[in-house]
């Protein structure tokens, strides 16, 4: 079987003990559960980075505000970007208020829809105004 090695993502077999890349244990992860977390927003694969997110605002993880941010602003998927402004809201990340209102009025209309949730989850948007702009 396939694993990715959780430090530097290398893929490797599931026999390996050791990830031939960075020698890290792959039988033993130190790291708490919130850092595994985050860390899978560095995953190879987009699929690994959009359920990271959604986690990641299922278990209120403040701390992944700033790689979040990072994967708004950054990432290639538009969907992992679209699940960052969606875990951003989920956790209440104030610091990401002016990144998420600059997603107002951009052409990606449901980036758009995604921004005001998650503000109006921050509380920065009123109830009832998270109708586009444009009508």
């Not at 396939?2 to 993502?9: D, G, K, P, S, Y």
């Not at 033993?28 to 959009?50: F, M, Q």
């Not at 208020?97 to 980036?111: A, R, Y």
């Amino acid at each position: 079987m396939i694993v990715f090695c959780t430090e530097c993502w290398h893929e490797t077999d599931s026999s390996h003990q050791i990830c031939p890349r960075c020698g890290a244990n792959l039988a033993v992860n130190p790291h708490t559960y919130e850092e595994k977390l985050i860390s899978a927003l560095d995953h190879p694969l987009p699929a690994a980075r959009v359920r990271a997110c959604w986690l990641i605002g299922l278990n209120k993880v403040p701390a992944a505000a700033p790689r979040l941010m990072f994967l708004v602003e950054a990432d290639p998927d538009l969907f992992v970007r679209r699940a960052a402004v969606q875990a951003l809201g989920k956790i209440h990340a104030q610091a990401a208020v002016p990144l998420l209102q600059s997603l107002i009025g951009q052409e990606d209309h449901q980036m758009e829809v995604e921004a005001r949730k998650s503000l109006h989850l921050i509380q920065v948007i009123p109830p009832g105004s998270e109708q586009s702009s444009e009508g």
